[in-house]
């Protein structure tokens, strides 16, 4: 059975950081990209970043560039979202997804459709 298991998440004062994690089971996602996204109360779930299967190349949404950095670990078969600078709109519950599509070594999207399995989320409240 395929899980994608998100921890990490919590409440924090702005201007603080936190690190969300991702563990995958089940299959290796290591040929694969990977994202985040995030669902804030009443609003549509949105992308927040994206990593290609080496971790060489990497998508932000404007919203939180330069201030969050995705990234892999292979051997820990795990993804990570390292969230600095956090603002109160940042508060929303937060989703790792794995991509099976392919598309050259450089490919990870930013459409959501395109992400086979989802995390059940990690809730991040920041608190102004």
């Known amino acids: 059975q395929v899980q994608l298991v998100e921890s990490g998440g919590g409440l924090v004062q702005a201007g603080g950081s936190l690190r969300l994690s991702c563990a995958a089971s089940?299959?290796?996602?290591?040929?694969?990209?990977m994202g985040w996204f995030r669902q804030a109360p009443g609003k549509e779930r949105e992308f927040v970043a994206a990593?290609?299967?080496?971790?060489?190349?990497?998508g932000y949404a404007d919203s939180v560039k330069g201030r969050f950095t995705i990234s892999r670990d292979h051997a820990k078969n795990t993804v990570y979202l390292q969230m600095n600078t956090l603002k109160p709109e940042d508060t929303a519950v937060y989703y790792c997804?794995?991509?099976?599509?392919?598309?050259?070594?450089?490919?990870?999207?930013?459409?959501?459709?395109?992400?086979?399995?989802w995390g059940q989320g990690t809730q991040v409240t920041v608190s102004s």
């Open positions: 997804a794995a991509d099976l599509t392919y598309s050259g070594p450089s490919y990870y999207s930013t459409d959501q459709t395109a992400y086979t399995y």
């Open positions: 089940g299959r290796t996602f290591s040929s694969h990209a």
């Open positions: 990593i290609n299967w080496n971790g060489a190349n990497t």
